[in-house]
């Protein structure tokens, strides 16, 4: 059977079948067995994707109208099939292939991506399965990602010098939150050298030329602790958008410490915490959910949210982690996504329960029930202000036809109307630091992750990833002790240890290794408690020799956070 596919069935297939009938055995190939062979995807399953591609236009249209009904499971197969294609492919480059068959050997990778792209297109508007089931998680094992990326950047400069070369970051929908992490930092290493070279040019051509002034190729930040978001506002107002792209380097006025990350990660930590803080007023707090939101109340103006934009820009750009308490509606915004009623359950649990409530009322008193109108009635200071949804909106009456429609301009009016300038503020600063081709490849959650951490805890990767000083080691009793303690410790104290070593109790999207924690030894004997140092994610641990001497002196720690030490 697999010798008839090969040859008296495939290099038949028209690229312009004579009826439309003869597409269905498009359809139905793939379907056999001989297909998911790995001894076949060279013979067969990538030439039957070659003929796919082949396809006239209008031949391509029908079968994509056809795919579009496939039942998920049925559509999933057809995407697994060449996702284990191309993997296989991938795992036969890392051994080596020969040089004169690594142009035939890109050829088949290419197909293999190309047929997924079209799968791809047709999900994109049909929905079959959700869009991580295209992602290929092999490939941070597989390929080096971050040259991947700056081989398909230099494509897009010079298009016709690199025949030959596949790039997976021509087809980013195979790539998951991990791997648009590492071709978002790649982007922003390249950026910053950009950003570096040209102070550097123009600092050169400031030697000759008088008129040219001299720059610093760093963004440097000098600022008191006691003033810390006056000093940074001052700054960055004054700071060009070139100068956002630069590295950056963070001064604490009196202090003599070196800036080799360290000091940045404090200097986010602490005017995050300034800036997003609700007793300013430029962010309310909704205690149910723990989250904040835009507080359209504020007396503050589209500049100075601008510039928080740009901090939370520039920490992303520096590779720094940030607490934002935002639901995913302020990502989905950040990437042109409209929030929906799920967003406002997040946000303001209560309300969005009520309005769910509404929609699944079956009855047809909805006016009498419910009495509601388009306004939406809120505290103003003390005094209680009704505004209106839509025009005219107190005399319309909620119904059982319209209520779809009050719900979405609830939604609209809490997420985009009443935050409309602030937000726009935000986005242009975010935007201005981070804004660009790879960023967009992003889902909200993915950003959220990026941004914030997740919490996809792996203890067991944690330890292994730990690195130690001084005369600890993996195997020296102290560190033994250590690790028995925690691994006994219930999650939500593993989590405050987190948070004690780290600053947060979130983990970078790239994983627990990412972290890579540190655990040095201290003198002064066990009465001592173990010290954090948040900013290099450093441990202090005194020489314990019992387990329940470690574990009273940790839990003293992390509870009252004794040890917490950002220097």
């Not at 441990?539 to 720690?557: F, G, I, N, W």
Request: some cysteine; overall charge negative.
């Amino acid at each position: 059977v697999a010798a008839s596919l090969e040859k008296n069935l495939i290099p038949w297939l028209s690229n312009s079948p004579p009826d439309i009938e003869v597409l269905r055995l498009y359809l139905t190939l793939p379907e056999c067995p001989l297909f998911s062979d790995r001894s076949n995807y060279i013979t067969i399953t990538i030439p039957f994707a070659k003929c796919i591609i082949s396809l006239k236009e209008a031949a391509r249209k029908v079968l994509g109208n056809w795919w579009s009904t496939f039942e998920p499971p049925v559509f999933q197969r057809l995407v697994d099939v060449y996702k284990n294609v191309v993997v296989y492919l991938l795992q036969l480059s890392k051994m080596g292939i020969p040089e004169m068959e690594q142009r035939i050997f890109s050829c088949f990778v290419d197909t293999s991506l190309r047929f997924l792209e079209l799968l791809h297109q047709v999900n994109e508007k049909a929905g079959n399965i959700q869009y991580d089931k295209f992602y290929i998680h092999e490939l941070d094992e597989l390929v080096d990602i971050r040259n991947d990326y700056i081989t398909w950047s230099q494509r897009q400069m010079y298009p016709m010098g690199r025949d030959g070369i596949v790039t997976l970051c021509k087809y980013p929908f195979v790539f998951d939150a991990q791997a648009k992490t590492a071709l978002l930092q790649t982007d922003a290493v390249m950026q910053m050298q950009m950003a570096v070279d040209q102070a550097q040019l123009q600092n050169y051509s400031s030697m000759f030329l008088p008129a040219v002034e001299s720059v610093n190729p760093c963004l440097i930040l000098v600022v008191r602790r006691d003033n810390i978001v006056g000093d940074t506002m001052e700054v960055l107002r004054k700071s060009k958008n070139v100068d956002y792209k630069k590295p950056l380097k963070v001064i604490f006025v009196g202090e003599d410490a070196v800036d080799a990350g360290g000091v940045r990660k404090e200097f986010f930590l602490l005017i995050m915490k300034e800036l997003l803080d609700p007793k300013y007023g430029m962010f309310r707090y909704y205690e149910e959910s723990r989250l904040i939101w835009f507080s359209h109340k504020t007396f503050e103006d589209f500049d100075l949210f601008n510039l928080i934009g740009v901090i939370c820009g520039l920490a992303i750009y520096n590779f720094t982690i940030v607490e934002l308490n935002f639901p995913l509606a302020l990502y989905k915004k950040l990437l042109k996504r409209k929030p929906t009623l799920d967003d406002l359950k997040e946000l303001t649990p209560d309300v969005g329960r009520s309005l769910q409530e509404l929609l699944d009322y079956t009855e047809d008193d909805i006016e009498e029930v419910f009495c509601l109108n388009f306004t939406v009635t809120e505290d103003n200071y003390g005094a209680t202000e009704v505004l209106e949804l839509v025009p005219n909106g107190e005399n319309v009456s909620v119904n059982k036809s319209n209520r779809q429609d009050f719900v979405s301009a609830y939604v609209d009016y809490v997420f985009n109307s009443s935050v409309a300038l602030l937000f726009e503020g935000f986005y242009t600063g975010f935007h201005k630091v981070c804004g660009g081709k790879v960023l967009d490849l992003f889902q909200p959650s993915e950003l959220q992750a990026m941004i914030i951490g997740n919490t996809n805890y792996d203890w067991a990767e944690l330890q292994k990833s730990t690195e130690y000083k001084g005369e600890y080691w993996a195997e020296h009793p102290t560190i033994r002790l250590f690790w028995e303690v925690f691994h006994n410790l219930p999650l939500e104290k593993k989590k405050q240890f987190l948070l004690f070593l780290t600053g947060s109790d979130r983990i970078p999207i790239l994983g627990m290794k990412s972290l890579k924690l540190v655990i040095q030894p201290t003198g002064g004997g066990e009465h001592y408690l173990p010290v954090a140092h948040t900013c290099f994610n450093l441990l202090d641990l005194p020489k314990y020799t019992s387990v329940e001497m470690l574990r009273e002196k940790l839990l003293q720690a992390i509870d009252h956070n004794q040890g917490f030490n950002l220097a």
